[in-house]
């Protein structure tokens, strides 16, 4: 992986980075120098991860549709990395549901695990940034909605969101040096993409449908997402980046 001096002793958050490809965002950035707040509902995962990468790791358990204790957990890793320099929006929750049964508060529940908290997220972070006249957001979006999957509308509705809520926050804090950019991943081999979905069928399909034929990894992800938050992309905001082996 490459180095980026410039990220050596940023403050970094990394929403759900406990597990799956915030995992392998948290140990890409603390390869960097950085220090990471990890803010993950998984308490053993977030634990056992913050004691491997100590000292550079603060876990708090946090779920991030309870906004209050969003704010709260930011507010705890500030206290203790100092202002946050690099926030990524990576938690989500892909479970499927049939459109015919959605109640008003499932749906209102989806969207709340899949977009709200990354305005949320960044609407608390965005001082520290300003007040440094520099920022880096990360939003994780979906290639699922590009690509048209069905079996999950409030997922997909919520994930094509992230591009409108990234591209909206870019234009408005540009000014103050803060760069927003969304990364849309295609199919990864996550832990629970490997029990819940991925079969040899599937496998068959992820070859027809990438140009490069090998499975995609957490860390696809993260190298991608390590690079948009250094000074190597300091002309790049206001995008949307496709890392997906080439299926779109
Ligand atoms: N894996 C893929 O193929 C794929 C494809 C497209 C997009 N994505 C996106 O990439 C991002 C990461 O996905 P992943 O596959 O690693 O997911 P994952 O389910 O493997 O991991 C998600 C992490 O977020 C945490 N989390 C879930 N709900 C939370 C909550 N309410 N509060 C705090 N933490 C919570 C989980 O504990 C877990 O550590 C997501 O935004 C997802 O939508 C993934």
Redesign the pocket.
């Given at each position: 992986m490459a180095i980026y001096p410039d990220l050596e002793g940023a403050t970094v958050i990394v929403?759900?980075?406990?597990?799956?490809?915030?995992?392998a965002i948290t140990r890409a950035f603390v390869a960097q120098g950085a220090r990471v707040g990890v803010?993950?509902?998984?308490n053993p995962?977030g634990e056992s991860l913050a004691k491997a990468l100590s000292p550079s790791v603060e876990f708090v358990r946090?779920?991030?549709?309870d906004i209050p204790a969003l704010r709260a957990a930011i507010e705890q890793v500030r206290a203790r990395f100092g202002p946050i320099g690099i926030l990524i929006n990576?938690?989500?929750?892909?479970e499927r549901h049939a459109t015919l049964e959605v109640t008003e508060e499932y749906w209102d529940g989806r969207v709340a695990?899949?977009l709200k908290?990354q305005f949320f997220a960044s609407q608390a972070v965005l001082p520290d940034m300003i007040g440094s006249k520099k920022g880096s957001i990360v939003n994780?979006?979906?290639?699922?909605w590009i690509i048209g999957q069905g079996g999950m509308p409030a997922?997909t509705a919520s994930?094509s969101a992230v591009l409108g809520l990234t591209r909206s926050l870019a234009r408005d804090f540009g000014e103050h040096g803060v760069r927003v950019n969304a990364v849309?991943?295609?199919?990864?081999m996550?832990?629970?993409?490997l029990e819940l979905w991925v079969t040899p069928e599937t496998e068959k399909e992820i070859y027809a449908n990438q140009c490069i034929k090998r499975p995609l990894v957490?860390d696809d992800?993260a190298r991608v997402v390590v690079f948009l938050s250094s000074d190597d992309a300091s002309a790049i905001t206001n995008q949307h980046y496709v890392v997906d082996g080439g299926w779109n």
């Amino acid at each position: 992986m490459a180095i980026y001096p410039d990220l050596e002793g940023a403050t970094v958050i990394v929403t759900g980075g406990a597990g799956g490809i915030g995992e392998a965002i948290t140990r890409a950035f603390v390869a960097q120098g950085a220090r990471v707040g990890v803010l993950d509902l998984d308490n053993p995962r977030g634990e056992s991860l913050a004691k491997a990468l100590s000292p550079s790791v603060e876990f708090v358990r946090c779920d991030v549709t309870d906004i209050p204790a969003l704010r709260a957990a930011i507010e705890q890793v500030r206290a203790r990395f100092g202002p946050i320099g690099i926030l990524i929006n990576n938690a989500a929750h892909d479970e499927r549901h049939a459109t015919l049964e959605v109640t008003e508060e499932y749906w209102d529940g989806r969207v709340a695990v899949n977009l709200k908290h990354q305005f949320f997220a960044s609407q608390a972070v965005l001082p520290d940034m300003i007040g440094s006249k520099k920022g880096s957001i990360v939003n994780l979006g979906s290639c699922s909605w590009i690509i048209g999957q069905g079996g999950m509308p409030a997922y997909t509705a919520s994930k094509s969101a992230v591009l409108g809520l990234t591209r909206s926050l870019a234009r408005d804090f540009g000014e103050h040096g803060v760069r927003v950019n969304a990364v849309a991943p295609g199919w990864i081999m996550t832990e629970r993409q490997l029990e819940l979905w991925v079969t040899p069928e599937t496998e068959k399909e992820i070859y027809a449908n990438q140009c490069i034929k090998r499975p995609l990894v957490p860390d696809d992800i993260a190298r991608v997402v390590v690079f948009l938050s250094s000074d190597d992309a300091s002309a790049i905001t206001n995008q949307h980046y496709v890392v997906d082996g080439g299926w779109n």
